[in-house]
């Protein structure tokens, strides 16, 4: 199976910044499109930033200049950083995967577990 892990959210003041990563395992043949999600409990999921194989990347206009999303193709590992950090960033944050798996030629979409991001004084 495929496993997407990720880790770096917390409590930060309005202004400061966090990094958010996201390490895939498992059998994996290869890692298409990633990106990162946003989702207030109760509310509309909304895409945050995507990055494909090539690098080209897209973000949400609420975070354009202050928020960047990069990949280590080595690591296996999707990348947020997200900087001058506002209150209404706060939320669970949940990267995502497009999977070739070792053994199947079909591609999945695999979700991780989500990691809580607070913007407060």
């Known amino acids: 199976q495929v496993q997407l892990v990720e880790s770096g959210g917390g409590l930060v003041q309005p202004g400061g910044s966090l990094r958010l990563s996201c390490a895939a395992s498992?059998?994996?043949?290869?890692?298409?499109?990633m990106g990162w999600y946003r989702q207030t409990p109760g509310k509309q999921r909304e895409l945050v930033a995507v990055i494909t194989t090539g690098g080209s990347t897209n973000y949400t206009e609420s975070v354009k200049g202050r928020f960047t999303i990069s990949r280590d193709n080595a690591k296996n590992t999707v990348y947020l950083q997200m900087n001058s950090l506002k209150p209404e960033d706060t939320d669970v944050y949940y990267c995502?995967?497009?999977?070739?798996?070792?053994?199947?030629?079909?591609?999945?979409?695999?979700w991780g577990q989500g990691t809580q991001v607070t913007v407060s004084a």
């Open positions: 498992g059998s994996i043949h290869s890692i298409y499109d």
């Open positions: 995502n995967a497009a999977v070739r798996g070792l053994w199947w030629t079909s591609v999945a979409v695999y």
